[in-house]
């Protein structure tokens, strides 16, 4: 696959290994519940990266010196319900401070089509950095969905990070926001006729919340 600049594909070993844990269907809830969040936290390292800072005074036992923290935009993360939600820890293990918006969908079984029922949002989205959680990015209708219900209210810096990304869903989300960053954990090969990432996970959020067996 041709890879446009804005997608980064985080190849780092081990996120790999903690991903196949994840793929491995004998893995129950607990330890599947606790390894995205794992993940969340190495793939918010790599996606914080850019984050600016500035100087300032700090007196060390042994001098007065200038140093770096982080400033410019607040942060917000947006997990998409429900296996979002097993992100959003992860994150805020990173960045305390930040604050949290919710967007619920449910794809249909038959259509795959994404369905809104839920949003609720931080106030002055457009002077936060806007961070979507999601692990699976399948068809990327979902994520196609939740931006652009972001951009409509008002976010204007929005990232993306998925664990497991399909081809079909990156070009999607792609061809629609060339210009937003979105952070892989894993490429996978295709999706099948049930729109299943291949070889995948299954569904991310029955695994992280127990729905069904595993
Ligand atoms: C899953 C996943 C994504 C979506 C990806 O959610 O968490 O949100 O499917 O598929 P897409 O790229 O084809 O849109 P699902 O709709 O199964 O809801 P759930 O998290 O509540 O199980
Ligand atoms: N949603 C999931 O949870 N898993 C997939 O493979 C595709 C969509």
Not at 95 to 109: C, F, M, N, Q, T
Not at 155 to 163: L, M, Q, S
Not at 193 to 207: K, Q, T
């Amino acid at each position: 696959m041709d890879f446009k600049e804005n997608v980064i594909l985080l190849n780092h070993p081990l996120l790999q290994h903690k991903i196949t844990i994840l793929r491995d269907k004998s893995t129950g809830t607990n330890d599947f519940r606790r390894i995205v969040k794992e993940i969340a936290v190495l793939e918010g390292y790599e996606a914080l990266r850019h984050l600016k800072t500035e100087l300032v005074e700090v007196n060390t036992p042994i001098e007065k010196t200038m140093q770096p923290t982080i400033s410019g935009k607040k942060l917000c993360f947006v997990p998409i319900l429900r296996a979002g939600l097993g992100m959003v820890e992860g994150l805020l293990e990173l960045v305390p401070s930040a604050k949290v918006g919710h967007i619920g969908l449910y794809r249909d079984e038959v259509t795959h089509i994404p369905h809104e029922y839920y949003c609720k949002l931080p106030d002055n989205l457009d002077q936060r950095e806007v961070y979507v959680l999601d692990p699976m990015l399948a068809t990327g209708g979902s994520a196609v969905d939740a931006v652009a219900l972001l951009k409509k209210k008002g976010a204007k810096t929005i990232r993306f990070i998925c664990i497991i990304a399909a081809p079909e869903g990156i070009k999607r989300f792609i061809d629609e926001y060339p210009d937003i960053p979105l952070y892989v954990g894993a490429l996978d090969r295709c999706l099948n006729e049930n729109a299943y990432i291949c070889p995948g996970l299954g569904d991310a959020g029955d695994r992280i919340f127990g729905t069904v067996k595993n």
